[in-house]
């Protein structure tokens, strides 16, 4: 926006010919005036500012999607300390609540169809069949069930007494919840914010069971024609351990920003830091070619944003990412104290499966909460 023209400036009055007007100092010829100075040195400015705009935009003007939340507060799986993960009742649960962003995981039908869903085999622990059977053993892979055949299954409860149910005693269980497939999911959340959620959606691939998806490339595909055709794709984030499908989308939607997603730990090491040779999750790149830093090798890689598991996170870690213009969003961390700690360390957001606590702990923090998006009225969309 131009400025208006200082009072002093080319408007200037000039000498009087009314012979009892007060004299006034001559100007030089050919000279200007200091208001007129004034106003071509911050026009220059101006034009200065906005010529480096555009030869040096910020990561996220880059990378589009417009500004991203200051303090991103993601529901994880919607809000699966509260409700069924991965479900419509989970999602719409998480934005009556109030996250910035949400977070789920997606597998592909053997039909090509998206669906939000954590395993890639059905898992014992929250699966019943039709008759209401829970899962004795490992289902079959999702990649291997047309969209159909998944629906007869019920992801609604946790099986009494397994590991799950002992994690998140105050989950509500529900009957009848079927694994949906993205594009609800997509149509609840625009419905309820008026076109205003953001996402956060992880591509499961393993390459260590290729048969049990979709090529990683092909899955990557999939999700940026699905997000394009839902007309969100300038409010989504794409996630992955495996390395090789945000290549993909890097090179077919650069406009969709990159979660990296790491994680050290007995249970899952995609880095491999230390080990001979190259991770099979990392597209080709080695952590130990640089020095042994994620975040580096993160921006190499073409990332936006570093996702570690939130015990492997170190402060120096962080201020490195933050120097690389890497935003850092640790997952998944659920006790207030690990929060407040977290955010007092300066990650630009967190991933929970208790939205409502960590909005407690911004709360407490002085920081903006999101808003909260009840849905009443709101027609279903199962």
Known sequence: MAAEPPADGPNEPTASNDPGAAPHRRRRRGGLSRGTTVWLVI??????????????????????????????????????????????????????????TLEMDLAMT???????????????????????AWLEAPGPALFH??????????????????????????????DGVRVPRLAQVLALAEERTG???RYSLEIKTSPLAPEESAAPEAFAEALVKAL?????????????????????????????????????????????????????WTAGLDVDDFDGSVPRTVRRAGGSIWAPYYRDLREAALREAHRL???????????????????DLGVDGLITDYPDRLRRVMADKGLSLPPAHPGHGSKSVE
């Open 43 to 100: 026009t220059a400015i101006l034009l200065a500012i906005g010529l480096a705009t555009l030869l040096f935009p910020s990561e996220q003007a880059r990378r589009g999607g417009g500004p991203l939340p200051a303090f991103d507060l993601q529901g994880h799986r919607g809000a699966r300390g509260l409700y069924p993960e991965n479900t419509l009742p989970g999602f719409a649960a998480a934005l009556a609540l109030g996250v910035s």
């Open 110 to 132: 053997r039909d090509g169809v998206l669906v939000v869903h954590h395993d890639r085999r059905l898992a014992p622990e929250r699966t019943r069949r039709a008759d209401g």
């Open 145 to 174: 069930l047309s969209s159909a055949e998944l629906a007869a299954y019920d992801v609604g409860r946790l099986r009494p007494g397994s590991g799950a149910a002992e994690r998140f005693p105050d989950q509500q269980g529900l």
């Open 195 to 197: 076109g205003a959620a």
């Open 228 to 280: 394009t055709e839902a007309k969100v794709e300038e409010r989504a984030l794409v996630q992955s351990f495996d390395w090789r499908s945000l290549r993909r989308v890097q090179e077919i939607a650069p406009e969709i920003p990159t979660v990296y997603l790491s994680a050290e730990r007995s249970w899952l090491d995609n880095l491999e830091r230390g080990r001979p040779g190259v991770s099979p």
């Open 325 to 343: 213009r890497l935003r850092v969003v640790p997952w998944t961390v659920n006790e207030p104290a690990d929060m407040a700690s977290l955010i």
